[in-house]
C-alpha cells in the first residue's frame, strides 16, 4: 500500500491522452506528491493488490491509489486534481455530479483515446530528473 503522502498514478503507458494527462501532473505537482507508474507493468498489478484491489476488474486507463483504497474512472481525476491544491481543488464541484455520468463521458474519452489522441509503441520513459517519481 503507498504512503499517504505519495499516492500512486497507474496510467496506460502507451496512451498519448495518458501520458499528457501524466505530464499535466507533473507540471503542476510542484510538492512531488505522486507516485506513477504505467499499466503495463508488474509493479501497478502488485501495487493495485496490495491496495486490496482485483486486478482483473480495473479499467485500463487510469487509477489512483492513495491512503483510502483504488479509485478508478471520474473518481480518481477528481481526486487527483483536489490533491493538487488551489485551483485545481475547484474540481470538487463536479463531486455531486452522480457518478454515472461522470463515468459516463469519462468511458466515453477512453473508449476513443488512441483514435483521437494516438498511441506510442512503448510505455514512457522518465528523464532522470523524474525518474525518482516513477515506480518499477
Request: with cysteine; glycine share 8%.
Amino acid at each position: 500500500m503507498p504512503e499517504e503522502k505519495h499516492p500512486v498514478l497507474l496510467f496506460d503507458g502507451v496512451c498519448n491522452l495518458c501520458n499528457g494527462a501524466i505530464n499535466w501532473v507533473i507540471d503542476r505537482d510542484a510538492r512531488g506528491k505522486y507516485r506513477f507508474a504505467p499499466l503495463q507493468s508488474r509493479v501497478a498489478k502488485e501495487a493495485v493488490e496490495a491496495a486490496g484491489g482485483k486486478w482483473e476488474s480495473l479499467p485500463d486507463s487510469f487509477i489512483l491509489i492513495d491512503g483510502k483504497g483504488v479509485h478508478t474512472r471520474s473518481e480518481a481525476a477528481l481526486r487527483v486534481a483536489m490533491g493538487l491544491g488551489w485551483p485545481w481543488k475547484a474540481m470538487a464541484v463536479f463531486l455531486p455530479v452522480p457518478r454515472w455520468l461522470r463515468d459516463g463521458v469519462y468511458a466515453w474519452v477512453a473508449r476513443n483515446r488512441y483514435r483521437w489522441f494516438g498511441k506510442q509503441e512503448q510505455c514512457r520513459i522518465p528523464t532522470p530528473e523524474l525518474r525518482s517519481r516513477f515506480l518499477g
